[in-house]
């Protein structure tokens, strides 16, 4: 005697094209050339890392004529010590660190960003760090984009920035 | 210009992890018929229907609208789908509202619901890729940042966990129901996106809440919860100076609705406030960004036990968001407890006199708001 | 009733495919244009909605990036509705009732060109007993192509990327504005049943409904655009509305069609090629829901 059937397990699978716009895949390119940059508004003046094309704020699109570079170096505004929920997909097993940083000259922060080299329970706001690139840049090695080209951020050994430079720039 | 707008039904499901006994349709019609019931309704007596939704992706179905149709009764009538990520359930409250107070419907089913077990909300939070933090991973870090900036304890999280954990113990409707669970259970357990425990996060449920708003005429004399105003504010995600903590969207939807429902003093002349909090640490941020408390001292109320079911403002009375979570539903349910309680219909965790209620709904990267306040007596 | 008009109209060049940009890059301009036209800014607004579809775009609350398009900073009243353009329209038009704003913005966006539509489509059908039959678009058409008596199409309809924006204003706003405000005399929306076997699959009850609450037969119409994507569909909204001639649809702009309709529909009163206009969006399998608008001089 069999019993009801209660569940049915339907899997969709469904493909989609990830496109790179072209804001993004020159920023994408640049990464892989060791080379951060964002766009500069004309007429606030914030410098978007990564950059999106336009300033939401004042609605003005931008290209590369707004280009500019920043340091991969920053200060880490805010973070959390991620303990990876497993699910179908999931990659991760190893807690890891994600933090959101202010890089020299951007004007917000690149979030969700991994930092490594520190134990965990020292990791603490206002810390600067700077980035750890993967690859080779002229042997063409190196990833693409952000996540792609640099592997994770570690402490710089600078002294810790004090509250008040980071505490308006948890995004 | 503007219709007087009730709430005659209100109707919610049993909110469990897996509701393995109906499928959506089924979900949904449970809250439906609830809510009829309470009006004194029937499905021929709704001239629209607004249902809200968090991602389809959470269950696999499309706009399912279009699916449901059926099951609510709509062949013939007008639906629509609202979604605005975690706060739609407010908003869809909202927007039902504006169709009656406009006069273009007299009879509307507002419906909210998550049937999260069909699918992996992880998953579906992750863009269904690797790497998913879920919700609570990119809150996380504002948080700290509030932990930082306001100097609270680091006990007051757990505090809003163990608070709304046995205020849903009187809420047959609610998911969690941990007996027993301390303060110090809680700040001994596992971190998940530290600084934030398992045990202060909501959990992810099966669900559905429902709501019968009608204009004056059709309520008559009936037992209602009366519309004194509704606010919807989004703002920018992720811009240099952007504060996610205090968000000026919150703020601007709280100053919005105080203002049409004539409220000056929130903190006194609030009797219950049911704030969406998925995140213990959420509520003194709130109760801040809401103006129940100046800034910095949110955390200050929680500890002095203020927002308690005995407290001068209680909050989350109904277990909140902490204890019942079908994403789709959860800003109605706000909504949906306030419009109880007004009507002295909240059970076992009524607030006596209570004839001023908040609702509130937020969602997205602490970006998207939805509120309403709703009284006993009409505007 | 106030009085509400569409004021201002713009998209994204017709039968894109392919593109490059996001959905947000595509409604930056599309956005600038429509305000551009009446001389507005963004902070003239005082209500915008917005339409798209997270499984369009292959991310939950993929939604969320175009409000960047808005400028929704200062924080804005907005909302969203996952449906086709033509119902953040609707939502827009509700809420400029309430008469505390005066001036709306409804505009939604689709990429169909990154994924198998017909697959995309299937999912939105009942999860429980239609969609494990996987019923594309073009099954679904012959279906009711054949219930109508015509010829069975078949191709698919040619999906397409698209952005558009419609502003609507009430009252003296809208004289205002512009010109000739195209004045929506009557907008209304209904669903037939879901289950293309348990409907009359060669009428559509719904657009029948809709169209008369919305007035379609209250006068001559000049013009008519509706999201017809088949010869049989458009035969069916012809006999639904009571219209002897409509324009369909070229290609198929996913979430946006049916405000392109609308938009274009408005366009012609704007402009002074019509006195009188509808404009059509449906959504669902075989013209399951449906949505009426007409526009007057």
Partial sequence: MSEPVQFVSQKVDLDYKVVTSPVARRFAELMRAGRITGHKCPVCGRVYVPPKGFCPLDAVITDESNEVEVRDAGTLTSFTVITPIQYQGQEEKEEYVLANILLDGASGTVGQQRVEGIPHKDVRMGMRVKAVWGGDADEGSRGWGLTGAIKHWEPSGEPDEPREKYQDHVL | MSERVAVIGCGQTHHRKVRDDLSMAGLVREAAERALGDAGMDWTDIDAVVIGKAPDPFEGVMMPEVYLADALGCAGKPIMRVHTAGSVGGSTAVVATHLVSSGVRERVLTIGFEKQSEGDTTWGLGGGRSGSVGAGGYFAPHMRAYIDRSGAPDYIGPAVAVKDRRNALKNPYAHLKLENLTIETVMESPYVWEPVRRLESCPTSDGAAAMVLTNERVAGSRNAAWVHGTAIRSELGQFPGRDPVNPQGGRDCAADVYAQAGITDPFNEVDVAEIYVPFSWYEPMWLENLGFAAEGDGWKLVEKGVTDITGELPVNVSGGVLSSNPIGASGMLRFLEVALQVRGLAGEHQIEGAHTGVGHAYGGASQFFAMWVVRSEKP | ?297
Wanted: charged residues 20%; contains cysteine.
């Fill in chain 3, 1 to 297: 009733m106030r009085d509400v008009a569409i004021v201002s109209f713009a998209q994204s060049t017709p039968g894109l495919t392919d593109v490059e940009e996001t959905e947000t890059q595509l409604l930056f301009p599309v956005i600038n244009e429509a305000l551009d036209g009446i001389g507005i800014t963004r902070k003239d607004i005082g209500f915008t909605c917005s339409a798209s579809c997270d499984y369009l775009a292959g991310a939950p609350f993929a939604f969320v990036q175009t409000l960047e398009a808005t400028g929704a900073w200062p924080p804005i009243s907005e909302s969203h509705v996952e449906m086709d353009g033509a119902w953040a329209l609707y939502e827009a038009w509700v809420r400029l009732q309430h008469g505390d704003v005066d001036v709306a913005l409804a505009f939604s966006s689709g990429i169909c060109s990154r994924a198998d539509i017909s697959e995309v489509l299937a999912i939105e059908l009942d999860p429980y007993y239609l969609a494990p039959l996987w019923l594309d678009p073009l099954s679904l058409g012959r279906l009711q192509a054949e219930a109508v008596g015509q010829e069975p199409p078949t191709e698919q309809p040619k999906y397409t990327d698209a952005a558009a924006a419609v502003i609507l204003a009430a009252g003296d706003r809208a004289r205002e504005l512009v010109g000739r405000p195209a004045w929506i005399s009557g907008i209304d929306h209904r669903t037939d049943a879901h289950y293309p076997g348990v409907r009359d699959l060669s009428k559509s009850a719904s657009a029948r409904i809709a169209g008369e609450q919305a007035g379609v037969d209250k006068a001559p119409v000049d013009v008519a655009y509706v999201s017809a994507q088949y010869p049989h569909e458009a035969l069916i909204l012809m006999d639904a509305l009571g219209l002897k001639h409509v324009f369909g649809l070229a290609t198929n702009p996913l979430m946006v069609s049916g405000l392109i309709q609308i938009g274009t529909a408005a366009d012609a009163v704007i402009k002074g090629d019509a006195s009188r206009s509808v404009g059509h969006a449906t959504a669902g399998p075989c013209l399951q829901q449906n949505l009426v608008a007409v526009m007057e001089s």
